[in-house]
């Protein structure tokens, strides 16, 4: 009998033992670095010396490489099509009940070697150990609730009863399907959208965001070890405009499960909707994107805890999460008061390499994302006025390490207020009042988290019914949605509000077949 869901607890790391246990995972996982993995399609090593690698490297040291990861050529992309295809064809026939056991199999070593998992991702994309322990939890969960959920789905389904026949409902896999996952979350939405797909009877080839291949293959082998049949997951590592075209445009591709940029995300959509030739359905695109995530501070709101909220959500893993506050709006009556708080518990924040537990911020998570958001802060200085960042940290090791930033006095319409800059920077806007501090939450293309900080209950009617976004949070912060509890997914140019975590997410990775017999 399956026990009830509940979510995987956050590590206290107050704790002294958990803190011991978190040292030790560090350099269990520092003595693995610096190896090569190949392509691994129908269970085969490929690509064991391949020519081309992906080289991942510690944005808060880039000179250590963490590991080198076959590129893989279209051939082989090919070759995983084919072999996804076949597998398929097995897979799909083995019970839902069965598949589901795979993911909880799973769910339980993850667990166990939680701290691992974590850790390689403090390494790899520079989490704080509390952002990274959040990141496995998540992972833990998604196998533990799309495990259940499948149950849910195949057990007989209740229909209206029609005298002399026999109805029956059954959700039934969709075929091969292609996850692109992106680096922010690259454990929890990568083993999100690969479960999902899995335990729905789907065979997939993964393609895992070239800056984090690593914990990627960590997952890969946990899949391994827990039996999953050979070529239900294959791993294909590579460049998104060589293979990623590819796999997309390829005919036997049935859907592609995707979290990334708008651009992106955009562009996979349109070369999706093309039919190919031999191409026998519409293919279904389950894509999760961009923010431009804003809170709202009321003037009768509880400042202390709305400046807590706003700090926590913009700066939190650097202000890299999809859902992170890069505006907040603040009511005039409040606004200098609201400044000088978030000005005080920024500047307290403690920034550097997360292996040490007391650093709050790690670097940005490559060179390039440190380049744009060094532009943007930029820009930034010059559209308002800067309350406290703005700079580049020199570092001995030369990390991304970037001072979080807050600037004043933007105008709604601004870049910094509209762009998703994918940083730690805060936008701060000034609104007249209430009204139009929600015009202003609702003035960008993107619809993925917002939250209110106010004590009027007519404001919070009117936000829960007119913000306009995927994931509202009304007097807490705009980031940390658990599993189970806050299915998540954006509006608008955010995505196709796909609910990640929550009833509704595994129908897109099935296709519904009604059966009907007169008796
Ligand atoms: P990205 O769009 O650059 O990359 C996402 C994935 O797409 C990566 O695996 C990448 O290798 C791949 N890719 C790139 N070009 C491709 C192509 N031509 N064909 C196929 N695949 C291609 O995004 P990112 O920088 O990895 O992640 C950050 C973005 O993700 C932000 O915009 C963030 O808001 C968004 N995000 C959204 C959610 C959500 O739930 N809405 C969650 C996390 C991140």
Not at 97 to 105: E, M, S, W
Not at 391 to 414: C, L
Request: one cysteine or more.
């Amino acid at each position: 009998m399956l026990t009830e869901y509940r979510n995987e607890p956050f590590t206290d790391f107050s704790n002294g033992d958990n803190q011991k246990a978190f040292t030790h995972a560090l350099d269990v996982v520092k003595k693995k670095l610096g190896k090569d993995h190949p392509l691994v399609v129908g269970g085969e090593r490929l690509a064991i010396e391949a020519e081309d690698w992906l080289v991942s490297t510690n944005p808060s040291e880039p000179k250590q490489v963490i590991g080198r990861y076959a590129k893989a050529t279209q051939a082989q992309a090919e070759r995983a099509m084919k072999v996804a295809c076949e597998a398929f064809e097995n897979w799909k026939r083995v019970p839902a009940v069965d598949r589901a056991r795979y993911l909880f199999r799973a769910a339980a070593i993850m667990r166990r070697r939680k701290h691992e998992f974590s850790a390689f991702m403090v390494l790899e994309i520079g989490k704080s150990w509390a952002e990274a322990d959040a990141d496995t939890a998540e992972a833990i969960d998604f196998m533990e609730f799309y495990g259940r959920e499948m149950v849910r789905l195949s057990a007989p389904q209740p229909l209206t009863a029609n005298p002399g026949e026999e109805n029956e409902l059954h959700y039934i896999p969709l075929g091969v399907g292609i996850v692109i996952p992106p680096w922010n979350f690259p454990l929890a939405i990568l083993v999100g959208m690969t479960t999902a797909s899995i335990v729905a009877g789907n065979t997939v080839v993964l393609k895992p965001s070239s800056e984090t291949p690593g914990i990627a293959w960590e997952f890969f082998a946990l899949m391994e070890e827990v039996g999953l049949p050979p070529g239900v997951l294959n791993f294909l590592p590579g460049a998104g405009s060589s293979i990623g075209d590819f796999l997309i445009t390829h005919p036997k591709t049935r859907y592609i499960a995707f979290t990334g940029s708008k651009e992106v995300g955009l562009r996979i959509n349109e070369l999706a909707a093309k039919p190919q030739t031999g191409q026998m359905w519409i293919k279904r695109v389950v894509a999760e994107m961009g923010g431009k995530d804003s809170i709202i501070v009321d003037n009768c709101a509880n400042l202390d805890e709305a400046a807590d909220g706003v700090v926590a959500s913009a700066f939190g893993f650097g202000g890299q999460k999809c859902s992170a506050c890069s505006r907040a709006i603040i009511h005039k009556d409040i606004y200098d008061e609201m400044v000088k708080k978030i000005k005080e518990r920024t500047e307290k924040l403690v920034i550097g390499d997360p292996t040490d537990r007391k650093h709050y911020m790690g670097p940005v998570a490559s060179k390039s994302q440190y380049k744009t958001v060094l532009e943007y802060i930029d820009i930034g200085k010059s559209e308002g006025k800067l309350v406290c960042g703005g700079n580049a940290i020199k570092n001995k090791n030369e990390g991304f390490f970037i001072e979080p930033t807050v600037i004043q006095d933007i105008s709604p319409t601004a870049r910094i207020a509209q762009e998703e800059i994918f940083g730690p920077v805060l936008a701060l806007i000034k609104a007249d009042g209430w009204r139009h501090a929600l015009e202003i939450a609702n003035n960008t293309e993107f619809g993925l988290t917002g939250a209110v900080y106010s004590n009027n209950r007519r404001n919070l009617e009117q936000a829960r019914h007119e913000f306009y976004v995927g994931n509202l949070y009304i007097n807490r912060k705009c980031t940390g949605a658990l599993v189970g509890v806050h299915p998540f997914g954006g509006f608008n140019m955010s995505g196709t509000d796909s609910k990640a975590g929550g009833r509704d997410y595994l129908l897109l990775f099935t296709q519904a077949k009604s059966v009907a017999e007169r008796y």
